[in-house]
Antibody, heavy 120, light 106 residues
Framework: QVQLVESGGGLVKPGGSLRLSCAASGFSFSDYYMSWIRQAPGKGLEWLSYISTSGSTTYYTDSVKGRFTISRDNAKNSLSLQMNSLRGDDTAVYYC?????????????WGQGALVTVSS | EIVLTQSPATLSLSPGERATLSCRASQSVSSYLAWYQQKPGQAPRLLIYDASNRATGIPARFSGSGSGTDFTLTISSLEPEDFTVYYCQQRSNWYTFGQGTKLEIK
């Protein structure tokens, strides 16, 4: 069965950096686009970024462009999100999500989420 | 950016009743709209994609309709486990989500 497991969340000071990882299993990871989506405490959902099957194409929402970097390692079935220059409003649960086979589509499987807290 | 507005913010119904949740887009998204269910402490679950197609394993009591700017999620007969939060999401122009509708027990 499809499984996505995030790791790397935690407490970080404003201006700091953190790297999230997402381990995928149960499907052909290299065939799928992948995304990161976040949810601030008690708030709605915000798509952040997606990456193509090969990793050659990436897109970001404006609020994280230039600060966050998405990447993948198909040999290790792994997705990552490098987050720099973190701010208080980046505090959220971060989800990785499968985003379509060979082409961007909906988010059909999600991980359980990793909590990132940005606070001094 | 395409803004999705969900209504009502909160819907109070009883088990066995029919629920109708709405999602309006600020511009046409064709049929590129999905619905997700999110229970407390859990990740969202895809219910409906392309406005009217049920995702794998989703019960038949969930149905979606609409196109262009106006969409509806209908739950034909509410089960106790259906009382939670629902989000719509478009993929016509990047990705945006609605603010959510909370379905609560009356």
């Amino acid at each position: 069965q499809v499984q996505l497991v995030e790791s790397g969340g935690g407490l970080v000071k404003p201006g700091g950096s953190l790297r999230l990882s997402c381990a995928a299993s149960g499907f052909s990871f290299s065939d799928y686009y992948m995304s990161w989506i976040r949810q601030a405490p008690g708030k709605g959902l915000e798509w952040l970024s997606y990456i193509s099957t090969s990793g050659s194409t990436t897109y970001y929402t404006d609020s994280v462009k230039g600060r966050f970097t998405i990447s993948r390692d198909n040999a290790k079935n792994s997705l990552s999100l490098q987050m720099n220059s973190l701010r208080g409003d980046d505090t959220a649960v971060y989800y990785c999500a499968r985003t379509g086979r060979y082409t961007p589509d909906y988010f059909d499987y999600w991980g359980q989420g990793a909590l990132v807290t940005v606070s001094s | 950016e395409i803004v999705l507005t969900q209504s009502p913010a909160t819907l109070s119904l009883s088990p066995g009743e029919r629920a109708t949740l709405s999602c309006r887009a600020s511009q046409s998204v064709s049929s590129y709209l999905a619905w997700y269910q999110q229970k407390p402490g859990q990740a969202p679950r895809l219910l409906i994609y392309d406005a009217s197609n049920r995702a794998t394993g989703i019960p038949a009591r969930f149905s979606g309709s609409g196109s262009g700017t106006d969409f509806t999620l209908t739950i034909s007969s509410l089960e106790p486990e259906d009382f939670t939060v629902y989000y719509c999401q478009q993929r016509s122009n990047w990705y945006t989500f609605g603010q959510g509708t909370k379905l609560e027990i009356k």
